[in-house]
């Protein structure tokens, strides 16, 4: 059975970084594309950054372009979230996600498989 674990989050002042992991098994050879989603209380999840797990191709959102970076490890079937330069308004529950469809954009619901959670707060 398939399982995604976050791991990393925490609470870090105005500009400061943090990574968050994501660690998955039971699944790596059937999935094609992973990917980051935070969301707040009342709010939709929010879509962040999503790689190919084949190649390492990635996009982000426009909020988190240049400031947040995607990555993975093929070897520790582990995704990475390195975030920098951290706002307030980053502040949220952050779920990795996982599919078996193509790489490329997906909303929430075409994802497969997701994570926990992990909470991230920006303190000013």
């Known amino acids: 059975q398939g399982q995604l674990v976050e791991s990393g989050g925490g609470l870090v002042q105005v500009g400061g970084s943090l990574r968050l992991s994501c660690a998955a098994s039971g699944i790596i050879f059937d999935i094609n594309g992973m990917g980051w989603y935070r969301q707040t209380p009342g709010q939709e999840r929010e879509f962040v950054a999503a790689i190919s797990w084949k190649d390492g191709e990635s996009y982000y959102a426009d909020s988190v372009k240049g400031r947040f970076t995607i990555s993975r490890d093929y070897t520790k079937n582990t995704m990475y979230l390195e975030m920098a330069s951290l706002k307030p308004e980053d502040t949220g529950i952050y779920y990795c996600?996982?599919?078996?469809?193509?790489?490329?954009?997906?909303?929430?619901?075409?994802?497969?498989?997701w994570g926990q959670g992990t909470q991230v707060t920006v303190s000013s």
């Open positions: 996600a996982a599919k078996r469809a193509p790489y490329g954009y997906s909303p929430p619901h075409e994802y497969d498989y």
